[in-house]
């Protein structure tokens, strides 16, 4: 079946936009799952949904950034006023309860100028 | 805070060579994953263990997992160019019993280059 979806594969912004990206999870998985990779590091984790709750939301690394899941399923990470400390690629993984493996999706390279 | 520690970050090997990368993790879990990167791609899963002793082979790749010492090994046999890759652990705080959420906290990642 499909796995784990993202939109755009690619974005470039300048500093201090919004942008968005986009998230569909494997169909059935209730757990959704942010994570940020820099250049040269391991994946750290953002924000954890079950259902449509964020249940941890601890790695968001300050108020710019914010997610949603409003019908348990699709999520969408928001960054307001972007900084050039924001580019990475952020991942978006699910698994089908919390606890079981997650599988991630190709992730979204954000750059911002 | 749970930290995850993986060694070497850096192995270049011959091919036909044998090796191992440790991954030691700070507090107590019973679920760890082995994920492989190539260059600008996303994780790509290789084994997930999930009790003390777990071995888990696929190929040359083997991962086993200690929780009691808190190490996870994944050895490699034989090392071919198709290897070539960074290989991270992650380790799931999610403990069902005590509500803990579940989050994965990599390490730092191994990159790994087979030479010919």
Known sequence: ?113 | ELKVEQNPLFLSMQEGKNYTIYCNYSTTSDRLYWYRQDPGKSLESLFVLLSNGAVKQEGRLMASLDTKARLSTLHITAAVHDLSATYFCAVDRYLYNTGTASKLTFGTGTRLQVTL
């Open chain 1, 1 to 113: 079946g499909a796995g784990v979806s993202q939109t755009p594969s690619n974005k470039v912004t300048e500093k201090g936009k919004y942008v968005e990206l986009r998230c569909d999870p494997i169909s059935g998985h209730t757990a959704l799952y942010w994570y940020r990779q820099s250049l040269g590091q391991g994946p750290e984790f953002l924000i954890y949904f079950q259902g449509t709750g964020a249940a941890d939301d601890s790695g968001l690394p300050n108020d710019r950034f914010f997610a949603v899941r409003p019908e348990g399923s699709v999520s969408t990470l928001k960054i307001q006023r972007t900084e050039r400390g924001d580019s990475a690629v952020y991942l978006c993984a699910s698994s089908l309860f919390e606890g079981y493996e997650q599988y991630f999706g190709p992730g979204t390279r954000l750059t911002v100028t």
